[in-house]
């Protein structure tokens, strides 16, 4: 399954809003994970199954979404958001990771 | 608290060979399956290993297989990656990282080793 993240960048301003979208080649129902990574930082996992977020992870980080469409929104931007994110999907084998979008501070 | 310590990495020649380690702590390690994921400089993730929790069975990504061997010791908490006839292009951080019981996406990660092929 060819995993495809838009966009490949995306900026924005502290405090907005921001929404990441990923794109499945067929549908991978709702096992879909988003990892955060932070510069020199292995990845942390921030969502699974689509929509329910990892112990810790602050409320602002949300996940929606089924089938090939899934999307990461993050609500009012802090400064330690502006890093990549990629999603990874976890119902077909091999598993696969999609390409990453990077949030930088517009 | 679950720690996944990667070592062994370092400045190969291409066609030389390493041995990765990923000490586990904090959890009871043989009932996880674990992986290897790589991710080479300025690039994604992308994982080229992956073994269930007795090692029973593994997998290799295509551009792995025949050079790479994943195993593990479950009596020393340990992951292992063999990794043979290296290429540039095998040139990552290799991370390892654990699998939660029901699903195959990773709760924890290591914090990487970094493998470099060069002559």
């Known amino acids: 399954v060819v995993m495809t993240q838009s966009p490949a960048t995306l900026s924005v301003s502290p405090g907005e809003g921001a929404t990441l979208s990923c794109r499945a080649s067929?549908?991978?129902?709702?096992?879909l994970a988003w990892y955060q990574q932070k510069p020199g930082q292995a990845p942390r996992l921030l969502i699974y199954g689509s929509s329910t977020r990892a112990t810790d992870i602050p409320a602002r980080f949300s996940g929606s979404g089924s089938g090939t469409e899934f999307t990461l929104t993050i609500s009012s931007l802090q400064s330690e958001d502006f890093v990549v994110y990629y999603c990874q999907q976890y119902n077909n084998w091999p598993l696969s990771f999609g390409g990453g979008t990077k949030v930088e501070i517009k | 608290e679950v720690q996944l310590v990667e070592s062994g990495g370092g400045l190969v020649q291409p066609g030389g060979s390493l041995r990765l380690s990923c000490a586990a702590s904090g959890f009871t390690f043989s009932n996880y399956g674990m992986s290897w994921v790589r991710q080479a400089p300025g690039k994604g993730l992308e994982r080229v290993s992956g073994?269930?929790?007795?090692?029973?069975?593994?997998y290799y990504a295509d551009s792995v297989k025949g050079r790479f061997t994943i195993s593990r010791d479950n009596s020393k908490n340990t992951l292992y990656l063999q990794i043979n006839s290296l290429r540039a292009e095998d040139t990552a951080v290799y991370y390892c990282a654990k699998r939660v019981a029901t699903a195959a996406y990773f709760d924890f990660w290591g914090q990487g080793v970094l493998v470099t092929v060069s002559s």
């Open positions: 073994i269930t929790d007795s090692g029973g069975s593994t």
């Open positions: 067929q549908s991978v129902s709702s096992n």
